[in-house]
């Protein structure tokens, strides 16, 4: 049976590492059609903008970084509280790549369309990704958003260290 842990980074605004981490809320289910095991993270807090979708408007869009691993995979996604559309003009697309800032240092990413309706866009490369997490306190993403144009998403990293080591540490004991 295999077995899958996700942790979802959704930090903004935090006082201790250590503190933080703890108060990650965990929860387990079992996916009753694999038979799968999945573990995860939480963070209450996520990162806030204005909603693309409806420009002009009061409504906040939010988003956040899921971790999920198993014994031998890690992957990495950023969700978002509505269905993600990739693209710049009037063009959508299911890859981009584009520009991604962790503390000051400035990089690209390439991201993927997720399934249909999937409310989450895939990180290519998720150990690098995962690593630049653990080691930065902030993290600022550039999303092109179809028919809308860029948004800037931020994320306060804090308590993410230890948080993800955890969660690394008990996706090497699944089977």
Not at 50 to 68: D, Q, R, T
Not at 80 to 94: A, L, V
Not at 139 to 155: S, V
Request: aromatic letters at 10%; charged letters at 20%; a neutral charge.
């Amino acid at each position: 049976m295999k077995k899958y842990i996700l942790l979802t980074v959704s930090i903004l605004s935090l006082s201790t590492n250590t503190v933080h981490a703890l108060q990650w809320s965990q929860r387990e289910f079992k996916d009753e059609m694999t038979g799968n095991v999945v573990s995860y993270r939480a963070s209450s807090d996520w990162s806030e903008t204005e909603n693309p979708m409806l420009p002009g408007s009061n409504e906040k869009m939010y988003s956040w970084v899921n971790i999920e691993c198993n014994s031998s995979t890690q992957w990495a996604f950023i969700a978002f509280t509505q269905k993600p559309y990739m693209g710049s003009g009037n063009t959508i697309q299911q890859k981009v790549v584009t520009r991604i800032k962790f503390d000051d240092n400035l990089s690209e990413v390439t991201l993927h369309s997720g399934a249909r309706r999937s409310p989450a866009v895939l990180v290519d490369n998720a150990e690098k990704f995962i690593k630049q997490i653990r080691n930065s306190k902030t993290m600022k993403i550039e999303f092109p958003w179809y028919q809308y144009g860029d948004i800037y998403l931020d994320y306060d990293l804090a308590g993410s260290e230890i948080a993800i080591s955890d969660t690394l540490s008990k996706c090497k004991t699944l089977k």
